[in-house]
């Protein structure tokens, strides 16, 4: 029984959803676009949506309409996706990376605060396997320091932190639909923001530079062709509406997971429960305990691997990247130790009991072997 690390949930509407817009004359910038554009941007309580081609996209229009450029610096977590630190430093900018809460594995507000410098100008709050950044710690930060915030929510669509909804915090904030996300469009992104000047600026970037009162080949601006299609944008609509049944799904295999691998002595679980916070479950994580290494974390990954178990080490931090090493020399203790020991497990919404109760044996007889 192979059982993949993720997989997405598809079914006879998104189906449906494509196909009529294969039978529309209109396969891009359409009336699809606008429709998820706006539902989006409801779903986050803010009056803006921009659809993108990717998150990275998304995150690199944010920097660039914020005025962030060469000599300013944006704090942001190192452990993370790359995508976070590459779109800072696509502007020129210097992404400066602070060490995480070893609970939360988010940004740790202390080492933010600690980290600024008369250069820097932005956090980009990253809320990581979807729970939700201290957003409370972080924009008093960055109130203080007039700082402008970021909100990479590519992983936590549906999350909530204090009753609120990620994506409605900060100056604006990126959704991603990689089909490794809660829901998928494909490739994709979203922006959202409630800064209607910002939008206008954002939406001509994505496509060229030509604001929407201008002729077609009319560019007030250098842009980019990050445009959305229409049947990606179909395909996002029929997801979001079923985000609370795969919310839910995702939960309970969580939840069963927890179970299961309850009381095993070399496992550090995921929490359920994040205090102030609804978690939008995006990846199942475990972390080795503190006497285990890299080594033997990368041994157990190749034993899941060779019994048809996917697995991988989420996240290798982005300092230690090899595309990093000419340009940060940070030194990050909790995000190096954390990093060295954690491994995500298949995790998808209509993983089964049964193939749950496979990789915790196959995860048990790995454990025995190290
Ligand atoms: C997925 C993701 C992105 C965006 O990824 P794309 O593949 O460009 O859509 C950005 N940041 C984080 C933290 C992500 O997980």
């Known amino acids: 029984m192979n059982i993949p690390l993720s997989q997405p949930d598809i079914t006879e509407a998104e189906i449906e959803a494509v196909t009529a817009v294969l039978r ?19 779903f986050a309580g803010v009056r803006h949506g921009i659809g993108v081609n990717s998150g990275t996209s998304g995150l690199h229009l944010c920097v660039r309409a914020l005025g962030i450029g060469e000599g300013d610096e944006v704090i942001v977590p190192s452990f993370t996706f790359i995508a976070a630190a590459n779109a800072i430093r696509y502007e020129r900018a210097m992404p400066v990376f602070a060490d995480i809460d070893p609970l939360t594995l988010n940004l740790d507000p202390a080492q933010v605060e600690a980290a600024i410098t008369p250069r820097t100008r932005a956090i980009m709050a ?15 930060i960055a109130a203080r320091h007039r700082l402008v915030v970021i909100e990479d929510a590519c992983e936590a669509i549906g999350a909530e932190y204090r009753g609120r909804r990620v994506g409605s915090f900060g100056h604006a904030a ?15 992104g979203m922006i959202v923001t409630r800064d209607a000047a910002l939008a206008a600026k954002m939406r001509a970037w994505r496509n060229q530079g030509r604001y929407d009162s201008a002729d077609w080949l009319q560019h007030e601006e250098l842009g980019y062709n990050y445009r959305l299609p229409e049947i990606n944008c179909a395909l996002g609509l029929v997801q979001l509406r079923r985000l609370s049944e795969m919310l839910a799904a995702r939960s309970s295999v969580a939840a069963m997971y927890n179970r299961v691998l309850a009381g095993v002595p070399e496992l550090i679980l995921p929490v359920l429960d994040v205090p ?72 998808f919404n209509r993983l089964g009991e049964d193939q749950i109760a496979r990789v915790a044996d196959v995860l048990q007889a790995g454990l025995r072997t190290l």
């Open 174 to 188: 990126v959704f991603a639909f990689y089909p490794n996300k809660q829901i998928t469009t494909g490739e994709g």
């Open 276 to 347: 102030e916070s609804r978690q939008s479950w995006f990846v199942y994580v475990v972390r080795l305990a503190d006497r285990f290494t890299a080594q033997h974390r990368d041994r157990l990954a190749a034993y899941l691997q060779e019994q048809g178990i996917g697995c991988a080490r989420y996240f290798a931090p982005i300092h230690r990247q090899p595309s990093s090493r000419a340009w940060s020399a940070a030194h990050l203790p909790v995000t190096e130790a954390v990093a060295a020991r954690t491994l995500a497990l298949p995790f």
């Open 24 to 42: 529309s004359p209109q396969l891009s910038l359409g009336p699809r676009l606008v429709e998820f554009e706006q539902a989006m941007a409801g």
């Open 126 to 140: 990253v809320h990581n396997f979807g729970i939700p950044a201290p957003m409370d710690a972080l924009l008093d």
